[in-house]
Nanobody, 124 residues
């Protein structure tokens, strides 16, 4: 079955960096666009970033542009989210998701598979 497993979350001070990883199995990774979403307590899940199946096209939420970078390694079936200049408002559970249609964007309902999430906490 399809599995998406996130890792790399943790506690970091404001201004610090983290790199999240999401390893996919049970699917043909190169056929899927991949996205990152996050959900803070009491809030809806929101789009963070997405990358096309080829890695040639990426999209970002305005709140993370210039600070976060999404990338993928097809040899490792893994997508990454490099997060720099972290802020307390970035605190959330971060989820990766896979989209078979190749959609690179913010509509969470178009994503077919989801991981369980990894907690990111940014202290002030």
């Amino acid at each position: 079955q399809v599995q998406l497993v996130e890792s790399g979350g943790g506690l970091v001070q404001a201004g610090g960096s983290l790199r999240l990883s999401c390893e996919a199995s049970g699917l043909t990774f190169r056929r899927y666009a991949m996205g990152w979403f996050r959900q803070a307590p009491g809030k809806e899940r929101e789009f963070v970033a997405a990358i096309s199946w080829s890695g040639g096209n990426a999209a970002y939420a305005d709140s993370v542009k210039g600070r976060f970078t999404v990338s993928r390694d097809s040899a490792r079936n893994t997508v990454y989210l490099q997060m720099n200049s972290l802020k307390p408002e970035d605190t959330a559970v971060y989820y990766c998701a896979a989209n078979f249609g190749g959609y690179v964007g913010s509509d969470r309902y178009t994503y077919d598979y989801w991981g369980q999430g990894t907690q990111v906490t940014v202290s002030s």
